[in-house]
Nanobody, 117 residues
Framework: QVRLVESGGGLVQAGGSLRLSCAAT????????MGWYRQAPGKQRELVAT???????NYANSVKGRFTISTDNAENTVYLQMNSLKPEDTAVYFC???????????WGQGTQVTVSS
């Protein structure tokens, strides 16, 4: 089992920055993909960014150039640095870890990000 605990959400004005953190504890396989997803009211959950254990990064087009995903493998923590925030970035942000070979997938409880105009 894996537990994911997110932190760092909050309220920020447009143009501001926030940094989300997600700490994973439990049985962490070395081959994994960690990522951030978000869900706005009335919309489906969507990918924001992912990073593999080999540090390959993938971003949604809507956040490229503004958000940066990174990891601290020693502490099994994934970060999402969000700059130049826009009101349309308002959503609940969820942390995810996927173990492709073990076919296991875990989610955090979510953290609210609200960007005011």
């Amino acid at each position: 089992q894996v537990r994911l605990v997110e932190s760092g959400g909050g309220l920020v004005q447009a143009g501001g920055s926030l940094r989300l953190s997600c700490a994973a504890t439990g049985s962490i396989f070395s081959i994994n993909i960690m990522g951030w997803y978000r869900q706005a009211p009335g919309k489906q959950r969507e990918l924001v960014a992912t990073i593999t254990n080999t540090r390959y990064r993938n971003y949604a087009n809507s956040v490229k150039g503004r958000f940066t995903i990174s990891t601290d493998n020693a502490e099994n923590t994934v970060y999402l640095q969000m700059n130049s925030l826009k009101p349309e970035d308002t959503a609940v942000y969820f942390c995810n870890i996927n173990f492709p070979y073990a076919k296991q997938d875990y989610w955090g409880q979510g953290t609210q990000v609200t960007v005011s105009s």
